[in-house]
């Protein structure tokens, strides 16, 4: 415990809170080693699953369907939060959202993100709770009054993590059940950082780590990084499909973190406790825990919400140049995701009468929040990927599999085998990665490819062409072995799958790290390896 919060981020060189320099031109890892947003557009999670089951449909005694779904590396939430705001049009399931990440963080972030979105209107109007969401999710500067109540609801998670029966009674959707004690210990102490236990801007400097993690980043190209940021902006990400990030926004994420400026700029100045993991620095020859800013000062939160609509006219051109910027289209989306996240389902106040509704402070009609019953996340074990298959109840369970980018070197024969015959498999691609060049994206999109067909998966015959995502489908009768082939799938040196933060550097053709992934060491408010509770509490939840 003393060694924990000897160090906690606090006192240490800035050259702390990064890796070595690599060359004068700087690392060339700007995605860092935690995503905290994602590098893909948000998906509709049901149009990318089987069809419902329509020998269900001619059940003498009618059943709700269920769809389960297994995401390793969504870590905004967005995917789920699009498929319930899209529920609607579809036949009515049971959801069954269950989230992988690598980090503890990740998940803290996860649990915020939906106890926003599902926040009860009379509470938090629309126009607020949109606000706060952008800020939270991809600001490293908040407002006061945002800072504040990421503070308020840490401290009620903070009390309801250990208590199930309160979790469930406050968050029914939420299911932590599978999750070791220890990793549940560890979740509160990450609500414990957020909810200010360590007093003070020293406790999380994001200014000073920010601009630590630029400089080593750009290297000599730092007093140009003005040139770099446009570069970066008008030869890549607006090649790649990414037309309406304006150079202006753009500019000002890569110098501050602020991606979404809906005040005066004046107004962002409390550092964003969201964003804050921890790993094991060396100092002095000494390994000390560190907590800083690992994440991505290249891309952006831009492409998530940003860079697509439904509506038409938000991605108009006039002389050739966008009409509304990549914020402006965000903050529409997720206004209307919003909306129609609480528009579905049964209204809790409604007395089970969906023509009641709230009104929201614009006048407009809203609904409240889904009825819980109908959807639930459930938290799985940090490293349990390859491990699920051994469970009878996760072996051939999910009709979706869904991999970011980042999380691609999981994707083996055992991953293969917790998906069911005729499921299906969607993999996030790198191309909105700017450090990678053309030839390793490409060369990135053909490694996805033979992980795939090893982990018993084939393309996806009716899928679009796509440079963002990789479609693929298991065979129904697909018996994939988890066997022999396990050995087979440790990546070869020529195009290997590492972590996130390696993807430049190994696709370059490097020789790929001894371990495939190295998830951040735990912040220094979390329990260590050696910590002796290692069982979980429930292995099978919902069952």
Known sequence: MGGRRRNGGLGLPGHLFCRAMTTPAGSGAGFGS???????????????SPPVDSDLRGDAEPRTPELDVLLLGSV????????????ALWPRRRLHFYVLENNLEAVARHILIFSLALEEPEKMGLQERSETFLEVWGNALL???????????AKRLVHLVPEPDRLAEQRPWLSLGALKFRERDALEAVFRFWAGGEKGPEAFPMSRLWDSRLRHYLGSRYDARRGVSDWDLHMKLHDRGARVIHTREFRRWRDTGVAFELRDSSAYHMPNRTLASGRLLSHHGERVAARGYWGDIATGPFVAFGIEADDDSLLRTSNGQPVKTAGEITQHNVTELFREVAAWGRPRTAQGNPEQVHQDRDGSPERAAPAPEFFTVHFLPLGSAQTLHHKSCYKERFQLLYVACGMVHLLSPDLGATVAPGGRLVVELARYLVDLR?????????????????????????ARPSETFAR????????????????????????????????????????PPPEPLKRPPESPALPTESDPITRESDPCPHL
């Open 34 to 48: 935690v995503s905290w947003w994602g590098l893909s557009p948000a998906l509709d999670l049901q149009a990318e």
């Open 76 to 87: 905004d939430g967005r995917h789920l939060l699009r498929t319930l705001a899209r529920a």
């Open 143 to 153: 407002r006061p009054q945002v800072a504040a109540f990421v503070r308020a609801q």
């Open 438 to 462: 053309q030839e390793q994206l490409q060369g990135f999109a053909s490694r996805v490819g033979e992980l795939a067909g090893a982990a018993g998966f084939t393309p996806l015959p009716q």
């Open 472 to 511: 693929f489908h298991k065979a129904p009768d697909s018996d994939c072995g988890t066997d022999s082939a396990v050995d087979s799938m440790t990546p070869p040196p020529d195009v290997p799958t590492p972590p996130l933060e390696d993807l430049s550097q190994a696709l370059e053709g490097g020789t």
